[in-house]
């Protein structure tokens, strides 16, 4: 399954979604991982009209909580093929994404800032 990969990823209602597309017509092995244990269920259904199978990973509530948690998806090989990552309660300020966020907030305010010294010139 070297060449698979999730395309169409969201989540919605507690549970992830994503197409796998590349995996062939026989059933992927797929373990989905948070901190080393392994979620109980992962369902996958074949949809031979788009050749992709349909992955549906329900996330436990017992797995959401405040902090930052990521979530692995590896085939039977151990081959990393996606990873969704769960962000909540209160922003942890040393998170890279927190930074980037704010970094785009500042960048948008610059850009408002620069047009209209632009328009006055």
């Not at 979604?17 to 017509?25: F, P, S, Y």
């Not at 031979?48 to 990521?70: C, L, N, R, T, Y």
């Not at 081959?79 to 962000?87: A, K, N, S, Y």
Request: glycine content about 8%; charged content about 15%; proline content about 5%.
């Amino acid at each position: 399954m070297a060449t698979a990969h999730f395309i169409n990823t969201r989540i919605k209602a507690g549970v992830w979604h994503g197409d796998l597309t590349g995996a062939g017509q026989e059933q992927p092995l797929l373990q989905v991982t948070h901190l080393g244990q392994p979620l109980p269920q992962v369902n996958c259904t074949y949809d031979a009209a788009h050749d992709v199978w349909q992955v549906a990973v329900p996330i436990p509530a017992a797995m959401i909580a405040d902090g930052v948690h990521s979530f692995l998806i590896t085939d039977q090989s151990g081959v990393t093929l996606d990873r969704f990552t769960l962000i909540a309660g209160a922003p942890v300020a040393e998170d890279l994404r927190t930074e980037i966020s704010a970094l785009r907030g500042e960048l948008e305010v610059l850009k408002k800032a620069f047009r209209a010294h632009c328009a006055e010139s």
